[in-house]
Nanobody
Framework: QVQLVESGGGSVQAGGSLRLSCVVS?????????LAWFRQGPRKEREGVAV???????TYADSVKGRFTISQANAWNTVYLQMNSLKPADTAMYYC????????????????????WGRGTQVTVSS
């Protein structure tokens, strides 16, 4: 059974930092895999934020480049999202997702690519 459990969300002022964690278990992809962070703000579509594949290659949404960093640890059992210079526009529920490897940036950051999802952790940034 695949499980993804996020933690680390909270409330922070603009300019602050948070680190999200996602513990992943039970998934296998023979051809490689991706672990990703998505977010969904109030009345918005779920959007891809950052992706890391099993070769360690990362992809970021333009809106977070230079501010967010995705990384993995513990033999790929944990994926992190370090978020710096946070803005009110970053306020959202953040979700961890797992899916097969492959695809260009647009597809890597598309929610339909991913098979498994966590329940999310809320991030609120105040001005």
């Amino acid at each position: 059974q695949v499980q993804l459990v996020e933690s680390g969300g909270g409330s922070v002022q603009a300019g602050g930092s948070l680190r999200l964690s996602c513990v992943v278990s039970g998934y296998t992809y023979d051809g490689g895999y991706c672990l990703a962070w998505f977010r969904q703000g109030p009345r918005k579509e779920r959007e891809g934020v950052a992706v890391i594949d099993n070769d360690g290659i990362t992809t970021y949404a333009d809106s977070v480049k230079g501010r967010f960093t995705i990384s993995q640890a513990n033999a790929w059992n944990t994926v992190y999202l370090q978020m710096n210079s946070l803005k009110p526009a970053d306020t959202a529920m953040y979700y961890c997702a797992a899916g097969p490897a492959g695809g260009r940036a647009g597809w890597l950051l598309h929610k339909d690519k991913y098979d498994y999802w966590g329940r999310g952790t809320q991030v609120t940034v105040s001005s």
